[in-house]
């Protein structure tokens, strides 16, 4: 059975720095390009980043250039994502997602097979 579940979650200040967490199960994950969404309340899910199988090309939206880096570790069927800078429009629930075949488009959450539940993440201003 496929889980992911992702962790780091929480509440921060503005300026502050998180890292979420996603550990899979039951997928193949190093053949998986796996990327970060996040749902902010009364909006829709948008990407945030995403890493491709290899670990070798990662891509940014360009809210979160620059403060946020993705990462995977292979060998622990987990990615990363640290957050530095937040700010208070970080403030949303962060989902993990794999795409079996690759993802073509990393921001287009239809290319992803896989999806954890999410984590919170809350930003005071």
């Excluded at 998986?32 to 290899?54: H, L, Y």
Aim: glycine residues 12%; contains cysteine; charged residues 20%.
């Amino acid at each position: 059975q496929v889980h992911l579940a992702e962790s780091g979650g929480g509440l921060v200040q503005a300026g502050g720095s998180l890292r979420l967490s996603c550990v899979t199960s039951g997928m193949p994950f190093a053949s998986c390009d796996m990327g970060w969404f996040r749902q902010a309340p009364g909006k829709e899910r948008e990407f945030v980043a995403s890493i491709t199988w290899t670990g070798d090309a990662s891509y940014y939206t360009d809210s979160v250039k620059g403060r946020a880096t993705i990462s995977r570790d292979n060998a622990k069927n987990t990615v990363l994502l640290q957050m530095n800078s937040l700010k208070f429009e970080d403030t949303a629930v962060y989902y993990c997602a794999g795409a079996f075949s690759g993802a073509t488009n990393p921001n287009d959450e239809s290319e992803y097979d896989y999806w954890g539940q999410g984590t919170q993440v809350t930003v005071s201003s």
